[in-house]
């Protein structure tokens, strides 16, 4: 099957099979994984790509800072430890 397009272009660009695309695109196998997946984003209230939702508090919407991915992964550890029953010491938790 050869389907020429901008997808089909950017899937050669990428080094991947561009007739195995067409053919997964035009027989719709990947339909449902899709769906569940926009179900799952919708559930998520992501409206942005990348979005990381880290544990129940932090959400990053767009390209992330690794400074703010990292308070926000400790900030969860630390969570974590409290509601293990770690104790806090004379600095803090």
Same mark, same amino acid.
């Given at each position: ?18 007739? /195995?695309? @067409? &053919?997964?695109?035009? $027989?719709?196998?990947?339909?449902? #994984?899709?769906?569940?997946?926009? *179900?799952? %984003? !919708? ?21 992330? /800072?690794? @400074? &703010?991915?990292?308070? $926000?992964?400790?900030?969860?550890? #630390?969570?974590?430890?409290?509601? *293990?029953? %770690? !104790? ?6």
């Amino acid at each position: 099957m050869r389907a020429e397009g901008p997808l089909h272009e950017a899937t050669r660009e990428l080094g991947l099979d561009g007739d /195995d695309f @067409a &053919r997964a695109l035009a $027989a719709g196998t990947y339909t449902a #994984a899709h769906q569940e997946a926009l *179900r799952t %984003a !919708a559930a998520h209230r992501v409206r942005v790509a990348p979005t990381l939702l880290i544990g129940e508090r932090h959400r990053i919407e767009g390209v992330p /800072d690794p @400074a &703010r991915i990292r308070e $926000a992964v400790l900030d969860v550890q #630390a969570g974590w430890s409290v509601a *293990r029953g %770690a !104790a806090c010491g004379i600095d803090g938790c």
